[in-house]
C-alpha cells in the first residue's frame, strides 16, 4: 500500500508537529495509521484483559460477592464508556487529538501499573483463605485495600476513555479526503481498525486470561502493562510523521451554547416566517462562518428557534447569544436521536452480564475439554467471534437479500437493525435464563446448594448461546440489584441460592419492551 502522491505536494487543512504545511510524501498514510493502529489494539488488549476476568479477581482474591463484583465491573465498563464524552470534549477544544490519546494513553498505563502493584504486594489484598470450605469465612478487602484498586481502575478507565474518543479520528487525519486514492485508502483504514479492535479483543480474552488464571494476575497484568507502554512508545514515535487539523471546537459546546442562547431570548416571540432567523448565509458576512451545510427548517423543538432570532439589544454577538438556524436544527437532529439511544440501554446492560453473572455462572460448572479446563472469562471469545462472523454474513448475505424483499438499497435501515439486536439479545435472555434454572436444578440434585465454589456436574457450553446472541452493552444492575434484595435476593453472594434467572427474565422483558418502543417510533425519524 503506498502512497500514489509527487514529491513536495502539500496537503490542504493539514500541518505538521512544528504547524508548518505537510508534505503529502512525507506524512501520513499507512504509515502513520499503522501506528495509531498499534496503540488502538493496546488500548483494546488493556481493557479487556481487565474487565473480563475481573468479576474472578474480586470474588476469588478480594472475597467480594457476586453482586458487588459484578457492580464494580460494571460500573469500571460504563465509567470507561462515559468519559469518552469528556475525552472528545478536550481534544476537539484545548489540546487536539494527538496529545489526548498522548496524555491519556499514559494515564492508562498509570491506571495498569498501579493494578500489577496491588497484585505483587501482599498488604494490598485480603489473606488468600479456603473457600471450598463452606465454613470457612474469608475476609473481605480492607477499604485501604478497595481504595488502591478503585483508583487503579478508574485512572485506566479515564485513560480509555481519553483514548478510544481520538484514536479513529486521527487515524483518518492522515488521510487526505479530497484526494481519490487517500480517501479509499480512509475507507480501509476503518476497517483495519475494527480488524485491530477484534484482534486485541481475541487475545485478552484467550491468552491473558489464561495467563491470569494458571501463571497469576500479576503475571497478567505486568503483561498488560508493559503492552500499554509499547503502545505509547511506538505511537509517539510516529510524531514526524503525523498529520495534524486545527481544532474546530466539540459539538457539546455548539449544543450547549443554542440551549443558552434560546435561553436568553426566551422573552422574545418566535417569528412566524423561519426565514427571517439567522442563518449561515447571514453568518458568512463574517460573524460566525465555518464550512457547514444549510439545514431546512422544522417545526420540532421550536423554542430552540430562540437561538436564531437576532436580538437589536445585543451589541457584540457570539455563539452564546446568537445561533444560525443549522446549528438549532443540528441540535435538534441529536435530541431526535436520544429516544433511539435511549431504547438500547436495556440493550448494553444485557451485555454487562456476559462479562459479569455469565462468568460467575462459569465458575461453578464443569469447564473441562479432556484435560484441559477452560478459564471462564474466556467464554467471551465466543461473543467477540459472534461479531467476526456476523459482520461477514451481514455484508455478503443478508444485504442482498434485504435489499430485493425490502427493495431498500441499504438492504436493512440503522432502526431496523438495531431491532434485530434487540430481537437476538431477547432470544439471549431466554436461553441464559432457561441454562440458569438447569443449573439451580443440577446444583440442587448433587446437594451443592450450601457450596459456592464446588463444580457442578453440568457442562460450561450450556452458556455459549448467550454469549453468541448477545451484542453489547452496559447500565443498571446495580439498581436491579437493590430492587430485588430481600429474603430471596436474585443476585446472591452464591449463586446456588439466588434467582439469576429471574433477573434475565427482566431484561428478557424489558427487551421487548423495548423492541416495541423502537417500531412504535421508528416512522417519526424517516
Known amino acids: 500500500m503506498t502512497l500514489p502522491t509527487t514529491q513536495g505536494q502539500t496537503v490542504p487543512d493539514a500541518w505538521d508537529y512544528k504547524g508548518h504545511p505537510v508534505d503529502r510524501s512525507k506524512s501520513g498514510g499507512w504509515t502513520s495509521a499503522a501506528m495509531i493502529l498499534g496503540v488502538e489494539a493496546c488500548e483494546r488488549l488493556t481493557t479487556l484483559g481487565i474487565a473480563v476476568n475481573l468479576v474472578t479477581y474480586l470474588t476469588e482474591t478480594m472475597h467480594l460477592g457476586n453482586a458487588t463484583s459484578a457492580n464494580i465491573v460494571t460500573n469500571f465498563f460504563g465509567t470507561s464508556f462515559m468519559l469518552c464524552l469528556l475525552g472528545g470534549f478536550i481534544a476537539d477544544t484545548f489540546l487536539g487529538r494527538y496529545f489526548t490519546i498522548g496524555i491519556f494513553t499514559a494515564v492508562q498505563a498509570t491506571g495498569v501499573t498501579i493494578l500489577t502493584v496491588s497484585t505483587i504486594i501482599p498488604t494490598l489484598r485480603p489473606p488468600k483463605c479456603n473457600r471450598e470450605d463452606i465454613t470457612t469465612i474469608c475476609t473481605p478487602a480492607s477499604g485501604i485495600q478497595l481504595s488502591v484498586l478503585y483508583l487503579a481502575l478508574y485512572l485506566t478507565a479515564l485513560g480509555t476513555g481519553g483514548l478510544k474518543s481520538s484514536v479513529s479520528g486521527f487515524g483518518s487525519d492522515q488521510f487526505d479526503d479530497t484526494d481519490p486514492e487517500e480517501r479509499s485508502q480512509m475507507s480501509n483504514f476503518f476497517n483495519w481498525f475494527f480488524f485491530f479492535i477484534s484482534l486485541g479483543s481475541l487475545c485478552s480474552v484467550t491468552i491473558l486470561v489464561y495467563i491470569q488464571d494458571n501463571l497469576g494476575r500479576d503475571w497478567g497484568?505486568?503483561?498488560?502493562?508493559?503492552?500499554?507502554?509499547?503502545?505509547?512508545?511506538?505511537?509517539?514515535?510516529?510524531?514526524?510523521?503525523?498529520?495534524?487539523?486545527?481544532?474546530?471546537?466539540?459539538?457539546?459546546?455548539?449544543?450547549?451554547?443554542?440551549?443558552?442562547?434560546?435561553?436568553?431570548?426566551?422573552?422574545?416571540?418566535?417569528?412566524?416566517?423561519?426565514?427571517?432567523?439567522?442563518?449561515?448565509?447571514?453568518?458568512?458576512?463574517?460573524?460566525?462562518?465555518?464550512?457547514?451545510?444549510?439545514?431546512?427548517?422544522?417545526?420540532?423543538?421550536?423554542?430552540?428557534?430562540?437561538?436564531?432570532?437576532?436580538?437589536?439589544?445585543?451589541?457584540?454577538?457570539?455563539?452564546?447569544?446568537?445561533?444560525?438556524?443549522?446549528?438549532v436544527e443540528e441540535v435538534k437532529l441529536v435530541l431526535r436521536m436520544l429516544p433511539i439511544w435511549a431504547t438500547t440501554i436495556i440493550f448494553w446492560t444485557v451485555y454487562a452480564q456476559m462479562s459479569t453473572f455469565s462468568v460467575s455462572q462459569a465458575t461453578t460448572m464443569d469447564r473441562h475439554i479432556g484435560k484441559f479446563q477452560i478459564p471462564p472469562a474466556s467464554l467471551t471469545v465466543f461473543f467477540v467471534g459472534a461479531i467476526l462472523l456476523t459482520v461477514p454474513i451481514y455484508d455478503r448475505l443478508i444485504?442482498?437479500?434485504?435489499?430485493?424483499?425490502?427493495?431498500?438499497?441499504?438492504?436493512?435501515?440503522?432502526?431496523?437493525?438495531?431491532?434485530?439486536?434487540?430481537?437476538?439479545?431477547?432470544?439471549?435472555?431466554?436461553?441464559?435464563?432457561?441454562?440458569?434454572?438447569?443449573?439451580?436444578?443440577?446444583?440442587?440434585?448433587?446437594?451443592?446448594?450450601?457450596?459456592?465454589?464446588?463444580?457442578?456436574?453440568?457442562?460450561?457450553?450450556?452458556?455459549?448461546?448467550?454469549?453468541?446472541?448477545?451484542?453489547?452493552?452496559?447500565?443498571?444492575?446495580?439498581?436491579?440489584?437493590?430492587?430485588?434484595?430481600?429474603?430471596?435476593?436474585?443476585?446472591?453472594?452464591?449463586?446456588?441460592?439466588?434467582?439469576?434467572?429471574?433477573?434475565?427474565?427482566?431484561?428478557?422483558?424489558?427487551?421487548?419492551?423495548?423492541?416495541?418502543?423502537?417500531?412504535?417510533?421508528?416512522?417519526?425519524?424517516?
Open 399 to 526: 444485504v442482498p437479500i434485504a435489499r430485493k424483499v425490502l427493495k431498500n438499497p441499504q438492504g436493512l435501515t440503522p432502526l431496523q437493525r438495531i431491532a434485530v439486536g434487540l430481537v437476538l439479545s431477547i432470544i439471549a435472555m431466554v436461553g441464559a435464563a432457561l441454562t440458569e434454572i438447569k443449573r439451580l436444578r443440577a446444583a440442587t440434585r448433587n446437594g451443592l446448594t450450601n457450596n459456592p465454589t464446588a463444580p457442578i456436574p453440568l457442562s460450561v457450553f450450556w452458556l455459549v448461546p448467550q454469549f453468541l446472541f448477545v451484542g453489547a452493552g452496559e447500565a443498571f444492575t446495580y439498581i436491579v440489584d437493590k430492587v430485588t434484595r430481600n429474603n430471596h435476593p436474585w443476585l446472591p453472594d452464591n449463586l446456588n441460592q439466588g434467582r439469576l434467572y429471574n433477573f434475565y427474565w427482566l431484561l428478557d422483558k424489558r427487551l421487548a419492551d423495548e423492541g416495541i418502543e423502537l417500531e412504535d417510533s421508528e416512522p417519526a425519524f424517516h
Open 221 to 327: 497484568y505486568c503483561i498488560i502493562a508493559c503492552a500499554i507502554v509499547i503502545g505509547l512508545v511506538v505511537f509517539l514515535s510516529g510524531t514526524k510523521r503525523y498529520r495534524f487539523k486545527k481544532l474546530v471546537g466539540s459539538p457539546l459546546t455548539q449544543i450547549a451554547a443554542v440551549f443558552v442562547a434560546a435561553w436568553r431570548k426566551k422573552h422574545l416571540k418566535l417569528p412566524s416566517d423561519p426565514s427571517s432567523l439567522f442563518n449561515i448565509d447571514d453568518a458568512a458576512e463574517g460573524l460566525m462562518m465555518k464550512k457547514q451545510q444549510k439545514l431546512p427548517h422544522t417545526k420540532q423543538f421550536r423554542f430552540l428557534d430562540r437561538a436564531a432570532i437576532e436580538d437589536p439589544s445585543v451589541i457584540n454577538a457570539n455563539k452564546w447569544n446568537l445561533a444560525t438556524l443549522t446549528d
